[in-house]
């Protein structure tokens, strides 16, 4: 989630007019008067006010969001109609249909996918229904949007009600004056002491979340990413230093191949999980946009590797020399023609899903961000409804919930003249998509 930054400070320099210094709090009765800063440190409490203040009309108005974001979602259940079609009104799950066309329609305002947008609204239904001391304070502004978010991720799932409001109680005050990291720490150890539940049962809830996914990241490189079972972890970073300390003892410091051990790790966990040397070692397709005078070591035109980006020369010809096979899209470097489309079946040809792909890289979507490989590739101007063509210049990625919602929901797609998307949502708010820039 992306909230809204809070208010910026003013300038601490060059300020018009008199200067507006806030009042020292009172100090409890019986106690001595606090210690007054030092001479010329009253600017300095100025602008520590001034942060406090933005800071908590930041926290107010994620509250204000959160609240909003909610009171939308039921608003679109209550109302499907708004958002639907009657093809989608006759559907038995139109009420949340509805609602993510609602959240999508939001979400193209605030940058936002449509599942963080439904994701605020059912933390800001579940904080209101089972944590209202916190959810007071939220309003208050005396505590963060990330505060609140990891108690909600705590009580998820807890089904104990009455051990849910001691936490809230607990933890109402602590959520305005913790760090993040410490009021994590504290409500950790709050909910072990209250929850009758057993530890075991909690482990197979989150076992089941258990996941991997890509990150891409810069200069023609990636993370991988793996949420596990903490035995499994332990395992396999006690087997990748193990073998690390091995692999580095068999080349001298010095020599052009020695690696560092994060180095032989990394090697090591590719070649494990990619299976070389084996029967069943991973087999790639990679396919490359290549400009034919960047094929020919002629032009500087950038060379794209689809579901990552741009690559360099090196590491396109190790992928054509290393790939067991491999597709090429070649582009004419003076007219930009994509060859060999197929315009006359229902089903887009390999070529034009290739071409699609490389255009757009991502779902349409400009909040979704699945890989177009895991998409569909869809009519802009439906098959039967439209009597739309299999056409390039009529075909898009789509994610399944973007299809589904595309043709059930009164949310309009069109294409401009000069390649751009446009989705006009019923609210009247239109975006605007641009394919990658080849």
């Known amino acids: 989630m992306h909230p809204s930054s809070p208010p910026e400070a003013p300038p601490t320099t060059n300020l018009p007019g008199p200067l507006l210094m806030h009042a020292p709090p009172p100090h409890p009765p019986g106690s001595a008067p606090p210690t007054p800063p030092p001479h010329g440190a009253e600017l300095i409490v100025d602008r520590i006010e001034q942060?406090?203040?933005?800071?908590t009309a930041g926290n107010r108005a994620q509250a204000r969001l959160w609240t909003a974001l909610a009171e939308l979602i039921r608003l679109a259940r209550a109302k499907p109609e708004i958002y639907l079609r009657p093809v989608g009104l006759a559907h038995a799950d139109a009420p949340e249909l509805a609602a993510d066309a609602a959240a999508f329609d939001a979400g193209l305002r605030l940058q936002l996918s449509s599942t963080q947008v439904r994701t605020i609204a059912f933390r800001a239904q579940t904080l209101e229904d089972r944590m209202p001391r916190l959810h007071a304070a939220f309003q208050r502004g005396?505590?963060?949007?990330?505060?609140?978010?990891?108690?909600?991720?705590?009580?998820?799932?807890?089904?104990?009600?009455n051990a849910v409001r001691a936490f809230d109680e607990q933890l109402a005050e602590p959520a305005g004056s913790l760090t993040l990291s410490a009021f994590r720490a504290r409500a950790?150890?709050?909910?072990?002491?209250l929850s009758a539940e057993p530890a075991e049962s909690r482990h197979t809830r989150a076992f089941a979340e258990r996941r991997v996914w890509f990150e891409?990241?810069?200069?023609?490189?990636?993370?991988?990413?793996?949420?596990?079972?903490?035995?499994?972890?332990?395992?396999?970073?006690?087997?990748?230093?193990?073998?690390?300390?091995?692999?580095?003892?068999?080349?001298?410091?010095?020599?052009?191949?020695?690696?560092?051990?994060?180095?032989?790790?990394?090697?090591?966990?590719?070649?494990?999980?990619a299976g070389d040397?084996?029967?069943?070692?991973?087999?790639?397709?990679?396919?490359?946009?290549?400009?034919?005078?960047?094929?020919?070591?002629d032009g500087d035109e950038p060379i794209e590797l689809r579901g990552y980006g741009t690559v360099d020369k090196a590491t396109a010809a190790r992928l054509i020399a290393s790939a067991p096979s491999f597709r090429r899209v070649a582009t004419d470097?003076?007219?930009g023609e994509r060859l060999r489309y197929d315009r006359t079946r229902y089903r887009p040809s390999t070529a034009q899903r290739d071409w699609i792909a490389f255009r757009y890289e991502s779902c349409i979507d400009p909040t979704c961000s699945r890989?177009?490989?895991?998409?569909?590739?869809?009519?802009?101007?439906?098959?039967?409804?439209?009597?739309?063509?299999?056409?390039d210049d009529n075909l898009l990625p789509l994610c399944e919930r973007g299809n589904r919602r595309k043709?059930?929901?009164?949310?309009?797609?069109?294409?401009?003249?000069?390649?751009?998307?446009?989705?006009?949502?019923?609210?009247g708010h239109i975006a605007e998509v641009e394919p990658a820039p080849f």
């Open 371 to 391: 890989p177009v490989d895991d998409t569909d590739v869809d009519h802009l101007e439906e098959w039967v409804r439209d009597r739309g063509r299999t056409n």
């Open 188 to 193: 950790r150890r709050l909910k072990e002491r």
């Open 216 to 273: 891409p990241e810069e200069d023609g490189m990636a993370w991988i990413h793996a949420l596990v079972a903490a035995p499994d972890a332990v395992r396999i970073v006690s087997r990748l230093n193990a073998t690390a300390r091995a692999e580095q003892k068999k080349t001298p410091i010095g020599e052009p191949e020695w690696r560092s051990r994060d180095q032989i790790r990394a090697d090591l966990a590719v070649a494990w999980l």
């Open 333 to 335: 470097p003076f007219t």
């Open 51 to 55: 942060a406090v203040d933005a800071h």
């Open 407 to 427: 043709n059930l929901s009164r949310i309009e797609y069109s294409r401009l003249p000069d390649g751009r998307v446009t989705i006009t949502t019923p609210t």
């Open 142 to 161: 005396a505590t963060s949007a990330a505060h609140v978010g990891a108690a909600l991720e705590l009580i998820t799932g807890w089904s104990e009600d």
């Open 277 to 297: 040397g084996t029967a069943t070692a991973a087999k790639v397709r990679p396919i490359l946009l290549v400009p034919l005078l960047s094929l020919i070591a």
